[in-house]
């Protein structure tokens, strides 16, 4: 399979015309050097986290069975810069205890690799791979800060709670950006993905298997800056999501203008927004007795896809927004999914030593339009939380979260779950510098 994956994404890069992830500011140009202008270095860095966390309904289901685990989370990270290279590898297990429910622990085991090279003063070449096995229903409450970003268009869909379930994720792209004048550049990738889950207890809040999905993608863009603070560009994307098992396809393109506003060191905007085209092909079963046909369908739809982000930082306080609409995979629920996502974090320094966060996320997932029905899936999560700076490297963290999903329609039914969850965490991190 690692053959295959590596091919596909050689395949991409080479033959298919793609878009590609720059993970600076917008309108930062290529043509910087990622190595470090003071020479080359080696940072190991890492830490460990202890965290105890309460949940009102571990079970996922109406019984709503109450747990207390405690997990333990050490990571490790070494970055290394060249005068033109950087690259990283970072890796996070992750291991917890269930104490009423005995059965409800899980393990995580999480690594990312990303390298950037700069072949020429304007051509540089940036590679990405992350992967992620867990049996976690609530990893997704608790991202990794330090994985390597990935274009919004190939993030995994994490809007479902899945219990009981060994979820497996990779994803890896390729990218190429080429500074094409002073003020333009231009960008190719491709990019590759798979999700797979195993060992759902189905009778836990949902009644169907978790469908696996594998998908392979190409983009590339064009962007012009038009003014000291303004960014515009076109991009084309294309996405072939397609379950093996369930003999499902869906091929997504679509053309996006994009702009981006840097109003100051502080603060930015990036929009986009165009039409969206998708192709589907679906099987379903016709029976005439004594046979049982299985009878192919397709679908096109036209639709738009759109989106944006504004960050804004203060001296004490930050403001993250982001909003999307587009075709994404299927979260488990199908091959592929429209989905409408919106999320805010709001964090402010209240003292020396305490700090608060706030964030909200909103996910609207549908079914797009079959013989097979219609069906959707709401998402929310909601927390809080205060930290507090103990020492240099050790901080004491005490966070809330309400979650709840629900089902609509013909084709998905599941029952409507909720969760109270709240835990205390102590963090020690540290860094250091090799030869020093």
């Avoid at 500011?25 to 940072?43: F, I, K, L, Q, Y």
């Avoid at 950087?86 to 409800?104: E, I, T």
């Avoid at 792209?173 to 990738?189: E, F, M």
Wanted: hydrophobic share 35%; net charge neutral.
């Amino acid at each position: 399979m690692n053959n295959q994956k590596y091919s596909a994404l050689l395949v991409l890069l080479l033959a298919t015309v793609a878009w590609a992830q720059i993970t600076a500011a917008p309108g930062d140009s290529p043509s910087a050097v990622p190595g470090s202008e003071e020479g080359a270095t080696n940072v190991i860095s890492g830490g460990l986290r202890v965290s105890t966390y309460f949940d009102d309904n571990a079970s996922n289901n109406l019984d709503e069975r109450s747990n207390v685990a405690t997990f333990l989370e050490p990571h490790l990270s070494w970055q290394m810069t060249r005068n033109r290279m950087k690259w990283s590898l970072d890796y996070q297990p992750a291991f917890s205890w269930s104490y009423q429910l005995s059965h409800y622990g899980s393990r995580t085991q999480a690594g990312d690799a990303k390298l950037e090279y700069q072949l020429t003063k304007r051509l540089l070449i940036n590679v990405r791979d992350s992967y992620d096995v867990t049996t976690n229903t609530f990893d997704q409450l608790s991202k990794q800060e330090f994985a390597p970003n990935f274009n919004i268009f190939d993030r995994p869909n994490d809007s479902l709670l899945l219990p009981a379930t060994r979820r497996t994720t990779e994803l890896g792209a390729v990218d190429v950006i080429y500074q094409l004048a002073r003020h333009t550049v231009t960008g190719v990738s491709g990019t590759f993905s798979q999700l797979r889950y195993r060992s759902l207890d189905v009778g836990q809040g949902l009644s169907v298997e978790p469908v696996g999905t594998t998908s392979v993608g190409g983009r590339a863009f064009a962007t012009q800056h038009i003014s000291p603070r303004t960014w515009a560009g076109l991009e084309y994307n294309f996405d072939d999501f397609n379950s093996p098992n369930r003999k499902t396809r869906s091929r997504v393109q679509n053309i996006l203008y994009t702009h981006s506003l840097i109003f100051s060191r502080k603060m930015a905007l990036s929009l986009f927004a165009g039409p969206e085209y998708s192709h589907d092909h679906d099987v379903f079963l016709l029976f005439l007795p004594p046979l049982l046909l299985s009878v192919p369908e397709n679908h096109n739809h036209w639709s738009w896809a759109a989106g944006g982000t504004f960050s804004w930082a203060g001296d004490l306080t930050s403001v993250n927004l982001s909003a999307s609409r587009q075709i994404s995979d299927g979260a488990g629920l199908a091959v592929a999914l429209r989905l409408e996502r919106v999320g805010v974090e709001v964090q402010r320094r209240l003292t020396r030593r305490w700090t608060g966060r706030l964030t909200a996320d909103y996910d609207r997932n549908q079914l797009l339009e079959t013989s097979a029905g219609t069906g959707s899936l709401n998402y929310f999560s909601g927390s809080c939380g205060l930290t507090r700076d103990l020492m240099k490297d050790l901080s004491l963290e005490l966070r809330y979260w309400r979650t709840q999903q629900t089902f609509t329609g013909t084709t998905f039914s599941g029952l409507p779950l909720s969760h109270n969850r709240a835990s205390v965490s102590l963090n020690y991190t540290f860094s250091h510098v090799l030869g020093r």
